[in-house]
């Protein structure tokens, strides 16, 4: 296992990361205020990963520790990471696709 050290302080802070995403989540029900925007596939998948971001971050922080043991174990802190960054391809793909509308489909 690698530093400990940096074990702890990487599961503390995806705790800490959770809660923020957590208050986003309670919101992404709005991105369906727009009339047709249930219909288009990127606001879907935008509001699917904005949904799971706080259960991936403690998901992150405690699998690690869970599987410490393995040589794969580290790897397990990058599951968020790869939830933020397909966010942030939806994102873009709205922005660019859809002119910043949730309505595109």
């Not at 599961?11 to 925007?37: E, H, T």
């Not at 709205?94 to 509308?101: D, K, M, P, Q």
């Amino acid at each position: 296992m690698p530093s400990k050290t940096l074990w702890t302080v990487l599961s503390v802070l995806w705790v800490v990361l959770a809660a923020p995403s957590a208050f986003l989540a309670l919101f992404a029900p709005m991105m369906f205020d727009a009339p047709g925007s249930t219909q288009s596939p990127l606001t879907v998948a935008l509001f699917a990963g904005v949904l799971a971001l706080p259960v991936l971050w403690l998901l992150g922080a405690a699998l690690p520790w869970i599987f410490r043991h393995a040589a794969w174990a580290a790897w397990l802190f990058l599951i968020p990471l790869l939830d933020v960054v397909a966010l942030g391809t939806i994102a873009i793909l709205i922005e660019r696709l859809c002119a910043g509308n949730f309505t595109c489909k």
